[in-house]
């Protein structure tokens, strides 16, 4: 079977499983999880067999009309070079890892059906916009992930929070996609195609006519499809939805295309220095700002999706300094350990009976009961925090080290500030990330009081997936010397500056937070017995301190949380008592404004939600009392003349006659007194 037609199977496979999945899943129960496993791991397969047939030489393309359209054309095509053949096999391994977790997850759930087949139909969507070499073809993938994001985030339909969180996620992303869609018609006009290496060959040319505009109207695009400041406020709510969505979403889907959009069409944006310069302020923005917010969120998965932020940052600000290889290098690394977080956090949740780390961290012996979840995570963790030798290490050190090399003047296209900026955010995110990675290690698996609850071992279908993807958030770092023959070329291995620099800065952040950790446990032992002490003395209910009952609010809301009542067990009772969370003096005056995420959602209510609302109330209240008046007044007139012409059919023949000869006279009379004011005029 020829490689071409391997690559036309690999979207194709999950596409068919999604159709097969919602026409049986009523009718024949049996087959939805076959239907959802099996062609996402044909597909995984698959897109491994191209890769090894690529090998990161010679780009596999092959083109066929679509359509005609009169002007520029559409094409069905494939364009797979080392960069797609990767970034295919992430997004197999990944998915089927998803589906086969998801297996014991929502084992329970009646709506599994429906959502097996939507996240094969995500998988498919994705795979076709990484395969496509033609961008029309690519939207399609991009709309239909849209789509499918809406429904998976919204599983939980029942809640106001998945609702509203499906709605904001659609429009945030929606509103990204307008001027994506005219950016991509205004390439192809300049381009003369929709085709990938057509559009490349006129950028290689000097053929762009418009390059800042088509540059900035596709990144607005990127920045809401890959939760980028400032469009990113939708991502942490999408954690509403079921964590292994959140899990295919963070590593391998959605939020990756935009990276991957930019990766593909680099020289596009590279033509533009203005650009690129943009580029790296939104990074630069986008990774200390999520940083900042993660450290101060108490649900595990609000932290998880603020590193995600943080995490695409680095990748948008690589691509910034014109290094797509580095760029691509850590989207593949991250969708290793971020997948294995989220699906590990899973698996936290199931255990515990609670999103909050506030309750976690009043739950003793977390660790022991989830001896998987503990290890799995604690390795995802620390490649998270970039600590040598695992995968994040090595893959955020070849983004710092591309920041510095276009810093120091050596790039010919990207201006030297971009470096800088890239450079100096990164070297600080690195120390914000160590923080809130330390930080969520300590309350989940160190907490102090009640014993958790053992509930027995997770599923093997939960655990096992953990495990596999631990090896590659270890060892793929190691692929740093031969992975850059499969890119441009370019070396991805660490320098001694940056690697001091970004290990430092990680110890840093990694130390503070222990410290902090532990003064914070220290007051809350003593804040517990001071309260149990008093109210033994008083003999009766003492009063809770504002700081325990804002902590208990918080662990009571995170356990109603929609996923939690998929668990079958009983729930744990919240333990009371101050949470011991470093992340309050980490951040001192700055916390409560990063714990809602900068009050953004709250700017964006005043600036465009309550103006479009009044605007709204008033072309409802013209249409109602101006227009409505208007037709309203039209068909009463009419009514009205009716009315007077009804009254006159009475159907008696003498008032008819009555009428005529009144009529005639005065018709008479108007002629004579006409005729009359002639002759004296």
Same mark, same amino acid.
């Given at each position: 079977?020829?490689?071409?037609?391997?690559?036309?199977?690999?979207?194709?496979?999950?596409?068919?499983?999604?159709?097969?999945?919602?026409?049986?899943?009523?009718?024949?129960?049996?087959?939805?999880?076959?239907?959802?496993?099996?062609?996402?791991?044909?597909?995984?397969?698959?897109?491994?067999?191209?890769?090894?047939?690529?090998?990161?030489?010679?780009?596999?393309?092959?083109?066929?009309?679509?359509?005609?359209?009169?002007?520029?054309?559409?094409?069905?095509?494939?364009?797979?070079?080392?960069?797609?053949?990767?970034?295919?096999?992430?997004?197999?391994?990944?998915?089927?890892?998803?589906?086969?977790?998801?297996?014991?997850?929502?084992?329970?759930?009646?709506?599994?059906?429906?959502?097996?087949?939507?996240?094969?139909?995500?998988?498919?969507?994705?795979?076709?916009?990484?395969?496509?070499?033609?961008?029309?073809?690519?939207?399609?993938?991009?709309?239909?992930?849209?789509?499918?994001?809406?429904?998976?985030?919204?599983?939980?339909?029942?809640?106001?929070?998945?609702?509203?969180?499906?709605?904001?996620?659609?429009?945030?992303?929606?509103?990204?996609?307008?001027?994506?869609?005219?950016?991509?018609?205004?390439?192809?006009?300049?381009?003369?195609?929709?085709?990938?290496?057509?559009?490349?060959?006129?950028?290689?040319?000097?053929?762009?006519?418009?390059?800042?505009?088509?540059?900035?109207?596709?990144?607005?695009?990127?920045?809401?499809?890959?939760?980028?400041?400032?469009?990113?406020?939708?991502?942490?709510?999408?954690?509403?939805?079921?964590?292994?969505?959140?899990?295919?979403?963070?590593?391998?889907?959605?939020? !990756?295309?935009?990276?991957?959009?930019?990766?593909?069409?680099?020289?596009?944006?590279?033509?533009?220095?203005?650009?690129?310069?943009?580029?790296?302020?939104?990074?630069?923005?986008?990774?200390?700002?999520?940083?900042?917010?993660?450290?101060?969120?108490?649900?595990?998965?609000?932290?998880?999706?603020?590193?995600?932020?943080?995490?695409?940052?680095?990748?948008?600000?690589?691509?910034?300094?014109?290094?797509?290889?580095? !760029?691509?290098?850590?989207?593949?690394?991250?969708?290793?350990?971020?997948?294995?977080?989220?699906?590990?956090?899973?698996?936290?949740?199931?255990?515990?009976?609670? /999103?909050?780390?506030?309750?976690?961290?009043?739950?003793?012996?977390?660790?022991?009961?989830?001896?998987?979840?503990?290890?799995?995570?604690?390795?995802?963790?620390?490649?998270?925090?970039?600590?040598?030798?695992?995968?994040?290490?090595?893959?955020?050190?070849?983004?710092?080290?591309?920041?510095?090399?276009?810093?120091?003047?050596?790039?010919?296209?990207?201006?030297?500030?971009?470096?800088?900026?890239?450079?100096?955010?990164?070297?600080?995110?690195?120390?914000?990330?160590?923080?809130?990675?330390?930080?969520?290690?300590?309350?989940?698996?160190?907490?102090?009081?009640?014993?958790?609850?053992?509930?027995?071992?997770?599923?093997?279908?939960?655990?096992?997936?953990?495990?596999?993807?631990?090896?590659?958030?270890?060892?793929?770092?190691?692929?740093?010397?031969?992975?850059?023959?499969?890119?441009?070329?370019?070396?991805?291995?660490?320098?001694?500056?940056?690697?001091?620099?970004?290990?430092?800065?990680?110890?840093?952040?990694?130390?503070?937070?222990? !410290?902090?950790?532990?003064?914070?446990?220290?007051?809350?032992?003593?804040?517990?017995?001071?309260?149990?002490?008093?109210?033994?003395?008083?003999?009766?209910?003492?009063?809770?301190?504002?700081?325990?009952?804002?902590?208990?609010?918080?662990?009571?809301?995170?356990?109603?949380?929609?996923?939690?009542?998929?668990?079958?067990?009983?729930?744990?009772?919240?333990?009371?008592?101050?949470?011991?969370?470093?992340?309050?003096?980490?951040?001192?005056?700055?916390?409560?404004?990063?714990?809602?995420?900068?009050?953004?959602?709250?700017?964006?209510?005043?600036?465009?939600?309550?103006?479009?609302?009044?605007?709204?109330?008033?072309?409802?209240?013209?249409?109602?009392?101006?227009?409505?008046?208007?037709?309203?007044?039209?068909?009463?007139?009419?009514?009205?003349?009716?009315?007077?012409?009804?009254?006159?059919?009475?159907? /008696?023949?003498?008032?008819?006659?009555?009428?005529?000869?009144?009529?005639?006279?005065?018709?008479?009379?108007?002629?004579?007194?006409?005729?009359?004011? /002639?002759?004296?005029?």
């Amino acid at each position: 079977m020829s490689t071409t037609t391997l690559a036309v199977l690999v979207p194709l496979l999950p596409f068919l499983g999604a159709v097969a999945g919602l026409l049986l899943g009523r009718t024949a129960p049996g087959f939805v999880r076959p239907l959802a496993i099996l062609p996402t791991l044909g597909a995984a397969v698959l897109a491994v067999l191209v890769a090894v047939r690529q090998g990161g030489g010679e780009t596999i393309s092959a083109a066929t009309e679509l359509t005609p359209t009169g002007s520029v054309p559409i094409d069905l095509s494939l364009y797979i070079d080392g960069f797609a053949a990767l970034v295919a096999v992430l997004v197999g391994v990944v998915a089927t890892c998803v589906q086969l977790y998801s297996t014991a997850y929502l084992r329970e759930d009646p709506r599994y059906p429906s959502y097996a087949a939507l996240v094969s139909l995500f998988t498919s969507a994705m795979l076709l916009v990484v395969y496509s070499g033609d961008l029309m073809v690519l939207l399609v993938g991009w709309e239909v992930m849209g789509i499918c994001s809406y429904f998976l985030v919204g599983h939980y339909w029942e809640t106001e929070a998945a609702r509203s969180a499906s709605l904001k996620a659609f429009l945030v992303t929606k509103l990204g996609d307008v001027p994506f869609l005219i950016g991509l018609f205004a390439l192809a006009a300049d381009a003369g195609s929709f085709e990938i290496p057509k559009i490349l060959g006129t950028v290689a040319a000097g053929g762009l006519d418009h390059p800042t505009l088509i540059a900035l109207l596709l990144l607005a695009g990127v920045a809401g499809k890959s939760a980028q400041f400032p469009l990113h406020t939708w991502l942490p709510d999408a954690m509403a939805g079921p964590t292994p969505v959140s899990a295919l979403i963070h590593a391998a889907t959605m939020v !990756a295309a935009g990276v991957y959009f930019i990766a593909r069409l680099l020289p596009v944006f590279a033509a533009s220095g203005a650009t690129l310069v943009v580029m790296a302020v939104m990074a630069a923005v986008t990774m200390v700002g999520s940083g900042l917010a993660a450290i101060a969120q108490d649900d595990i998965k609000r932290v998880l999706a603020y590193s995600t932020i943080g995490q695409l940052g680095y990748m948008v600000g690589a691509l910034a300094v014109g290094d797509r290889g580095a !760029a691509v290098f850590h989207l593949l690394s991250h969708g290793a350990f971020k997948a294995l977080l989220f699906l590990g956090a899973g698996v936290i949740i199931h255990a515990a009976g609670t /999103n909050s780390l506030g309750v976690m961290s009043r739950m003793d012996g977390l660790a022991k009961r989830i001896p998987d979840a503990f290890w799995t995570m604690t390795i995802a963790l620390l490649a998270l925090a970039a600590v040598p030798p695992f995968a994040g290490f090595f893959s955020k050190e070849a983004v710092l080290v591309a920041a510095e090399h276009t810093a120091t003047g050596h790039s010919e296209f990207v201006p030297s500030a971009a470096g800088w900026l890239v450079l100096v955010a990164g070297l600080l995110t690195a120390l914000l990330t160590a923080a809130y990675a330390t930080r969520l290690w300590l309350m989940a698996f160190r907490g102090r009081g009640v014993a958790a609850p053992d509930h027995g071992k997770e599923p093997l279908a939960m655990t096992g997936v953990l495990w596999l993807l631990a090896i590659p958030s270890i060892g793929f770092g190691l692929a740093a010397g031969p992975i850059s023959d499969w890119f441009d070329g370019g070396e991805l291995t660490p320098t001694l500056v940056t690697s001091v620099l970004g290990t430092g800065a990680a110890a840093i952040g990694a130390m503070l937070t222990y !410290a902090l950790w532990q003064r914070a446990s220290a007051k809350a032992v003593l804040a517990t017995a001071a309260s149990t002490g008093a109210g033994a003395a008083a003999g009766t209910e003492t009063e809770v301190p504002a700081a325990v009952a804002v902590a208990v609010a918080a662990a009571e809301s995170a356990a109603e949380a929609p996923e939690v009542a998929e668990v079958t067990h009983d729930h744990p009772a919240v333990p009371t008592g101050p949470a011991a969370d470093p992340g309050k003096a980490f951040l001192g005056p700055l916390h409560r404004h990063a714990a809602v995420g900068f009050h953004l959602d709250a700017v964006y209510d005043r600036l465009f939600v309550r103006p479009v609302r009044a605007a709204a109330s008033l072309v409802r209240f013209l249409d109602r009392e101006v227009v409505d008046t208007y037709v309203r007044g039209a068909g009463t007139g009419t009514q009205l003349l009716g009315s007077l012409v009804r009254r006159a059919q009475t159907g /008696n023949v003498q008032s008819y006659l009555s009428a005529l000869l009144a009529g005639a006279v005065v018709l008479a009379i108007a002629t004579a007194v006409l005729a009359n004011v /002639n002759v004296g005029s």
